[in-house]
């Protein structure tokens, strides 16, 4: 089993729809969560942080849940430009330490 | 643009020949990593450095791997003897201050072996 697993999809959504992506994690001992968007043969770009609390930025919103080991990304109001593969990526320690990601969950958004 | 650099963008080479990478990060990051990505697959942990000091290593790292980061500040990494399987695309990304270990990547390089 993997340590950081996803969903590949792909998910294929129209505009203006709400898609939420899930990745779960092994490492009970993972401190930090985030996710990256990776579009085609570019470098993965930091989308946002996982916190606690849960965190939102726009039409994004991140969620964590340590009792069964995952975080979730929601997405609303889908926009064309969101296609992409979203990553997620767990950090060991809270002084960085080994980083893990997914094998990414792929989104396409149709008009 | 993160303000990571890597060099080179794309390197071909004949299998058995060594191969080096480099990455600068941002000036003012302590933290470094290095990954390997294969189509279809998330970026798979190499090994990172604090400063100078190389921290980890992926066991999966044959000993035909090195990195170094002599002076804390740019950080290469070479394949020696290489393999088609090590074709791929190398990626660095440079990490802030705890705690916000915010991962900003490079462009990578992307290997190609014949």
């Known amino acids: 089993r993997k340590e950081v697993e996803q969903d590949p999809g792909p998910f294929n959504v129209p505009e203006g729809a709400t898609v939420a992506f899930n990745c779960t994690y092994s490492n009970s001992a993972s401190q930090s969560f985030f996710w990256y968007r990776q579009d085609c043969r570019k470098e993965p770009k930091l989308l946002m942080s996982v916190y606690s609390s849960g965190n939102e930025d726009g039409r994004f919103t991140a969620q964590l849940n340590r009792a069964s080991q995952y975080i979730s990304l929601l997405i609303r109001d889908s926009k064309l430009s969101d296609s992409a593969t979203y990553l997620c990526?767990?950090?060991?320690?809270?002084?960085?330490?080994?980083?893990?990601f997914g094998d990414g969950t792929t989104l396409t958004v149709k008009p | 643009d993160t303000g990571v650099s890597q060099d080179p963008r794309h390197k071909i080479t004949k299998r058995g020949q060594n191969v080096t990478f480099r990455c600068d990060p941002i000036s003012e990051h302590n933290r470094l990593y290095w990954y390997r990505q294969t189509l279809g697959q998330g970026p798979e942990f190499l090994t990172y450095?604090?400063?100078?000091?190389?921290?980890?290593k992926s066991r999966l790292l044959s000993d035909r791997f090195s990195a170094e980061r002599p002076k804390g500040s740019f950080s290469t990494l070479e394949i020696q003897r290489t393999e088609q399987g090590d074709s791929a695309m190398y990626l660095c990304a440079s990490v802030g201050d705890v705690p916000y270990n915010e991962q900003f990547f490079g462009p990578g390089t992307r290997l190609t072996v014949l």
């Open positions: 990526v767990v950090l060991r320690g809270t002084n960085a330490g080994k980083s893990t």
């Open positions: 450095f604090q400063n100078e000091a190389q921290l980890e």
